[in-house]
């Protein structure tokens, strides 16, 4: 359903609006006693009534899933647990990104909590994505004998085989796409492994979340065990759901059903402001407010990343793992004194790949492949990402050195990259890779790129269902008079939270407003305020708009035009005063 009329906004997109039931959006109101506007957005979410008390109202008791239902929890549960009454060290591997960091956090912090030693691992991008043999070598040396792989080891069959070995039982925890074979290794916990049903309430958690699954197991077995006692007590084990939110909303699963509790709850356990770690990151990163979902993704995540992206790879989890405030100050400023970095080097690679972009644009090809010589391999993902936003299609970005070649992609509905990757493996396109349906990494040799072009135009043409011809549209969840924007609105849509993949926060068009104020900022943000045909008021700020269509029109500043705007409605704190300020997506002449 077409919304105001709005056929082509000023970013050339169409104003559409899912149909809703009046009827069930009636019955909802009545069970649930909820605004309308709040019914009327889960009636668009296609939420079945059934489940819709455990959408708005989740508890840890009645809603999260049995760890023992998935394969192999058990063994590996009991693996560990016979390490921690031995007194051994256990080794940890884990990835370098926020779920990676807060992954190997949990566990160690769960470890310690029993008075097990641990060691940990965390690869630089120079050793590559996951386990190596020699870590495996130098863990067997140590005295390990046991290691836990947490978001990596899936396709690490060399590594874990040679640990396998070695001597080493290795149990892997992780959620990434499976091969048809699993590794050679002592227990694998996947909700995505082939033989697990596609349908069970874990299959698109993050490795945190299964990470956490895994710690209920085994504290059930350690308290079955009686090992706990008053020297070692038991272990609240929602202390560490901060870590667990951190990891799935960075991840950018879809925070529906068991991700979207454990999230809920997570965002819960960071107002409690226990983990040091957190706290001095959000220091650094100045949020003065309560944190969300939003500041999870798009503020402290980019600092756990740049650690692994342009410094040092084990900084996010030395920082989510710490008890001492000082250390935990130490590493956030490095944190964040290496994602400035991470811009610095991130703005010049975008230059440069958007040019050789531009090619494939104008080819018609239903993707985007542009390579650097010696392009920061931290970078090359985000640069992925930020050319998938600007076209909208697949986007492969690789870093050429000498022989070898290293790609990060970024997807759009229609082409799931982990399957993709794969795929080109077992084509022998690829010599390593994988990731999720959104995301993924790859290595290759650099004489098969043209190789890699060529399965990835038969590939996606064939094999993937990417309507590149499909007019833009821009999903607008209510029709709003600005009267109606205030607190009070947020209040009551705040039962939708938390918001990320796959539970999207509404956008809310604001009908007939004129602009009164425009302010461009030093970041090329456009800060400006609206007012309505009969009075009130609503602030709105439009990012990285300077030179975009929507805000060369706000800086031109029309006397008298009226406009449409679209957005998402946030909470603005300044100065202890709550307001709040839309964040314009789009706007439409009135």
């Known amino acids: 359903m077409l919304v105001l009329g709005v056929e082509e906004s000023l970013s050339k997109k169409k104003w559409v609006q899912h149909f809703a039931d009046e009827k069930l959006i009636a019955h909802i109101i009545q069970k649930f006693d909820i605004p309308e506007i709040l019914a009327r957005i889960l009636v668009v979410k296609n939420l079945d009534v059934d489940v819709l008390e455990n959408f708005l109202y989740p508890t840890l008791r009645k809603n999260l899933p049995n760890p023992e239902t998935l394969k192999d929890v058990t063994k590996t549960a009991e693996r560990i647990a016979d390490s921690v009454e031995r007194g051994e060290t256990i080794g940890i591997m884990g990835d370098y990104d926020v779920d990676g960091a807060t992954s190997s956090a ?25 386990p190596n043999a020699q870590k495996m070598q130098e863990f067997y040396d140590e005295g390990i004998r046991l290691v836990a792989t947490v978001d990596c080891g899936m396709t690490a069959f060399e590594p874990i085989d040679f640990g396998t070995k070695l001597g080493l039982d290795i149990v892997i925890i992780d959620h990434h796409e499976p091969e048809r074979m699993l590794p050679n290794a002592y227990s694998v916990v ?103 979902s939003y500041h999870l993704g798009y503020i402290l995540g980019p600092r756990i990343n740049a650690g692994g992206r342009v410094g040092k790879s084990d900084l996010g989890m030395r920082l989510l793992s710490t008890f001492d405030e000082v250390e935990a100050a130490m590493i956030a400023n490095e944190l964040e004194e290496l994602n400035l970095l991470r811009r610095s080097i991130e703005s010049d690679v975008l ?61 759009v509905p229609g082409v799931d990259l982990g399957t993709l990757v794969i795929t080109a493996m077992q084509k022998g396109i690829l010599s390593r890779g994988g990731g999720h349906p959104m995301a993924a ?20 043409n064939t094999q ?33 939270e938390p918001y990320g993949e796959g539970n999207e926060e509404p956008v809310f068009a604001v009908h007939d407003v004129l602009l009164s104020r425009t302010i461009l900022t030093k970041n090329g943000h456009v800060v400006c305020k609206f007012t309505g045909k009969s009075g009130g008021y609503l602030d709105a700020v439009c990012f990285r708009a300077e030179k975009t269509q929507i805000g060369q029109t706000l800086l ?35």
């Open 351 to 411: 230059e440069q790949a958007t040019k050789q972009a531009m090619d494939d644009i104008q080819a018609g090809h239903p993707f985007i492949l542009v390579q650097g010589e010696n392009w920061h391999q931290g970078v090359v993902g985000i640069v992925a990402g930020r050319l998938k936003e600007r076209f909208n299609l697949p986007s492969f970005v690789l870093s050429v050195e000498g022989s070898d070649a290293k790609g990060s992609s970024r997807s």
């Open 441 to 460: 990494g790859f290595s290759l040799d650099t004489n098969r790129i043209n190789d890699f072009r060529a399965f990835l135009k038969e590939y996606i």
């Open 464 to 496: 993937c269902n990417l309507e590149v011809d499909k007019p833009k549209e821009l999903i607008i969840d209510g029709v709003l008079d600005i009267h109606a924007v205030n607190l009070d609105l947020l209040d009551k849509i705040s039962l939708l």
């Open 556 to 590: 031109e500043n029309r006397v008298g035009q009226y406009y449409h705007i679209a957005g998402q409605l946030r909470i603005d704190t300044w100065n202890t005063q709550k307001k709040v300020q839309m964040i314009i997506h789009d706007i439409a002449l009135a």
């Open 190 to 292: 996947n909700p995505k492994r082939l033989d697990e049903d596609i349908k069970h309430p874990c299959h698109s958690m993050a490795a945190v979340g299964v990470v956490f699954l895994v710690v209920v197991a085994i504290n059930k077995i350690l308290r079955q065990r009686g090992f706990y006692d008053d020297k070692i007590p038991e272990p609240d084990l929602r202390q560490w759901l901060d870590l667990v939110a951190f990891g799935t909303v960075c991840d950018v699963v879809p925070l529906k059903g068991v991700n979207r509790l454990l999230v809920k709850s997570g965002l819960k356990q960071i107002l409690a402001n226990k983990n040091v770690g957190i706290k001095a990151l959000s220091h650094i990163s100045k949020i003065h407010e309560q944190i969300t």
């Open 106 to 130: 949990l566990l160690k912090l769960f470890l310690q909590s029993t008075g097990t030693k641990t060691k940990t691992f965390i690869p630089d991008r120079d050793d590559g994505y996951g």
